[in-house]
C-alpha cells in the first residue's frame, strides 16, 4: 500500500518508515521538523535502500494538507506527528491543544474528501489516567492529568466518533508504553529536542558524558527497590506493531480497534540505570530527589489483546533496548546533524 506516515522523521516514524517499507510497502513522509531534523532523511534512505519521498507540510494547515491529498493517491495513514512533552504541555495548553487535535481534524478532513479510509493513530498509555489498575486493559476508561494526555483521550474520541459515523473508516488506536531502543544500525535513534524529559535518553546521555547525573525521582513508591515501574518496549517492537495493525486493518469488520503495545512486564527505575550501566560499561551516577509530579508508581499493559488479535508480542529485552540505544548514542554524541 502506499502509505502517509505523518512525523516520519521522528523517533516512532522513522522506525516505523523503515518496516513499513521492508514489509512491502511504498511509504511518504510529512513532517514540519518542528522537533526532528531532515538529516534523519539521508539516514533512513540509505537504511531502506531506496528513496523516500517527503514534503515539509505543517498539518493544522488544511489547504495544504488537502493538497498533499490531492497529489498523494495515499491508501492509508499512520498518523505520529504531534506535539508530545508531558511538562511542555502544562506550560504551553494552547500550542499542545491547536496543534495536536488541528493536525488531526484536518488529516481527517482531507482523508474523506479523498477517499482514504485506514488510519493507525499513535496513542499513549498516558490515558489510562493516574488512577489506573495493572496490567491496564484497552477496555479501561481513559482521562488524564495533563494537556498532553488530554489531548491524547480527546483525539481518540475524535477518531471513534468519526469512525462511528463513515461505515467505510478503519482505525486502529495504538496505546504505546515507554518506547526505548534504537534501529540494531545505531544510525537512527532517539534525539529529544531540547532537555530530554524521558529516562532512557538521559541515561543515554549521562553515559556519552552530555550530563553528570540522574535526578532519581522518587525512591519510596511502593514498589520492590522503591522506585517507579514502566512497561519499556523496544521501538523495533512497536514499529512491528504497527505493521501489524496496518494489515489487521484490511481485514476487520470493527470500525475502530484498540491495541496496547507493551511487554507485559514492569521494569523500575534502578534496574534501567543497573541495565544501561552493564550495556554501556559507564558509570551512571545518581542523585535521590522528589518524586516528579503526575508519575504514578506502576504502569504496565496487558498485551494479551495485541498477541491475540494482531499475532503481535514485544520480543526484545530489556538489554537488547539499552544496548541498541548505546550503540546509536555513542555513534552519534550529539544526535543527529543539524543539516
Ligand atoms: C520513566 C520513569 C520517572 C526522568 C512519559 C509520558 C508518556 C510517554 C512516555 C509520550 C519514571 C523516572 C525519569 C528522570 C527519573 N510519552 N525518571 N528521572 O513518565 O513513564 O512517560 O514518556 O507518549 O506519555 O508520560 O516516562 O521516561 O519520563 O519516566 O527518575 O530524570 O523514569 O519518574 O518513573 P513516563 P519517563
Known amino acids: 500500500m502506499r502509505i502517509l506516515v505523518t512525523g516520519g522523521s521522528g523517533y516512532i516514524g522513522s522506525h516505523t518508515t523503515l518496516q513499513l517499507i521492508a514489509a512491502g510497502h511504498e511509504v511518504v513522509i510529512a513532517d514540519n ?8 532523511l539521508g ?8 528513496a523516500i519521498k517527503y514534503h515539509v507540510v505543517d498539518l493544522t494547515d488544511r489547504a495544504a494538507t488537502d493538497r498533499l491529498f490531492a497529489q498523494g493517491a495515499f491508501d492509508a495513514v499512520v498518523h505520529f506527528a504531534g506535539l508530545k512533552a508531558v511538562g511542555e504541555s502544562v506550560a504551553q495548553p494552547l500550542e499542545y491543544y ?12 482531507a482523508m474523506r474528501a479523498h477517499g482514504v479510509a485506514k488510519l493507525v493513530f499513535s ?9 489506573a ?30 469512525a462511528a459515523a463513515d461505515p467505510n473508516i478503519r482505525i486502529a488506536l495504538l496505546r504505546y508504553f515507554n518506547p526505548v531502543g534504537s534501529h540494531a544500525s545505531g544510525t537512527i535513534g532517539e534525539d529529544p529536542h531540547g532537555v530530554p524529559n524521558n529516562l532512557m535518553p538521559l541515561l543515554a546521555q549521562i553515559a556519552v558524558g552530555r550530563r553528570d547525573a540522574l535526578q532519581l525521582y522518587g525512591q519510596d513508591y ?32 470493527e470500525p475502530v480497534s484498540t491495541w496496547n503495545l507493551g511487554t507485559g512486564t514492569p521494569t523500575s527505575v534502578l534496574e534501567m540505570v543497573s541495565a544501561f550501566a552493564e550495556a554501556s560499561g559507564r558509570e551512571i551516577p545518581t542523585v535521590d530527589a522528589p518524586r516528579r509530579p503526575g508519575d504514578i508508581a506502576d504502569s504496565y499493559a496487558d498485551p494479551a489483546k495485541a498477541r491475540t488479535e494482531l ?13 541498541d540505544t548505546w550503540r546509536w548514542q555513542s555513534q552519534n554524541p550529539d544526535g543527529f546533524p543539524d543539516e
Open 222 to 253: 511502593p514498589t520492590p527497590d522503591g522506585t517507579a515501574r514502566r512497561d519499556y518496549l523496544h521501538v523495533e517492537d512497536l514499529a512491528a506493531g504497527h505493521v501489524a495493525a496496518l494489515d489487521r486493518l484490511g481485514e476487520t469488520a
Open 123 to 131: 496513542s499513549s498509555a498516558t490515558v489510562y489516567g493516574e488512577d
Open 133 to 162: 489498575p495493572v496490567p491496564m486493559q484497552e477496555s479501561f476508561p481513559t482521562s488524564a492529568t495533563n494537556p498532553y494526555g488530554w489531548t491524547k483521550v480527546m483525539q481518540e474520541q475524535i477518531l471513534r466518533d468519526v
Open 98 to 109: 491547536s496543534n495536536n487535535l488541528g493536525s488531526t481534524l484536518s488529516l481527517l478532513a
Open 311 to 323: 499475532g503481535w508480542v514485544a520480543a526484545r529485552s530489556i538489554h537488547d533496548m539499552c544496548a
Open 43 to 50: 539516514r533512513l534512505e540509505a537504511l531502506a535502500g531506496t
Open 33 to 40: 521538523f518542528s522537533r526532528s531534523k531532515p538529516s534523519v
